[in-house]
Nanobody
Framework: QVQLVESGGGLVQAGGSLRLSCAASGSAFSLRDSGWYRQALGKQREWVATITSGGRTNYADSVKGRFTISRDNAKNTIYLQMNSLKPEDTAVYYC????????????WGQGTQVTVSS
């Protein structure tokens, strides 16, 4: 069973930075694509960024140039470096481990709150 544990959220002023981490246990981590999503209060969950098993990255337009997704396969961990934060980045952030040929299930973390004050 795969478990994802997120950390690094908190309260920061606009223009500040935070780094989120998502540690995965148990399952072919290096073979899976992974990503970050967020959900603001009263809104639907939205995609933020993806990193493939091969290290290619892709970003939502709203965070491009400010956020960086990365992974450390030796540590089974995904990161999201968030710079130049804006109040509209306030949300619960979730990491996701994608299905692959050996396991057709996706896995989600429990979420970590990021609050950006103006």
């Amino acid at each position: 069973q795969v478990q994802l544990v997120e950390s690094g959220g908190g309260l920061v002023q606009a223009g500040g930075s935070l780094r989120l981490s998502c540690a995965a246990s148990g399952s072919a981590f290096s073979l899976r694509d992974s990503g970050w999503y967020r959900q603001a209060l009263g809104k639907q969950r939205e995609w933020v960024a993806t990193i493939t098993s091969g290290g290619r990255t892709n970003y939502a337009d709203s965070v491009k140039g400010r956020f960086t997704i990365s992974r450390d396969n030796a540590k089974n961990t995904i990161y999201l470096q968030m710079n130049s934060l804006k109040p509209e980045d306030t949300a619960v952030y979730y990491c996701k481990l994608e299905r692959y040929w050996g396991d057709r299930r996706d896995y989600w973390g429990q979420g970590t709150q990021v609050t950006v004050s103006s």
